[in-house]
């Protein structure tokens, strides 16, 4: 993967995980083993687990929102990159 591609996806990456307030690490592994397996996994815990901490029964905090919003996001970041990056 060339410098500028990496560095595009680390910054686009982390733009997403501040946006959405995403636990750092574990996004990061979540995308790691979605550029290995040549898929988001929407369904299952690892989604869950990139997500911040919410109350999935408080109305300001829509924890289904979020996630859909989060899979989207991470959805378009991975179809944007897959193919054009080798994995890390």
């Known amino acids: 993967m ?3 591609l990496e560095a595009q996806r680390e910054k686009e990456l982390g733009e997403i995980i501040a946006a959405e307030n995403l ?3 574990e ?3 979540f995308i790691d083993a979605a550029f ?3 898929s988001i996994r929407a369904s ?3 989604i869950t ?3 911040p901490p919410v109350s999935r029964f408080s109305k300001e905090k829509n924890h289904g929102e979020k996630k859909r919003r989060v899979v989207q996001q991470l959805g378009e ?3 944007r990159f897959f193919g054009l990056v080798s994995k890390r």
Do not use: H, I, M, S
Request: charged share 30%.
């Open 2 to 4: 060339t410098a500028y």
């Open 23 to 25: 636990k750092p690490e």
């Open 27 to 29: 996004t990061a592994q």
């Open 36 to 38: 290995r397996e040549g």
């Open 44 to 46: 299952g815990t690892a």
């Open 49 to 51: 687990k990139v997500l």
């Open 77 to 79: 970041f991975f179809e």
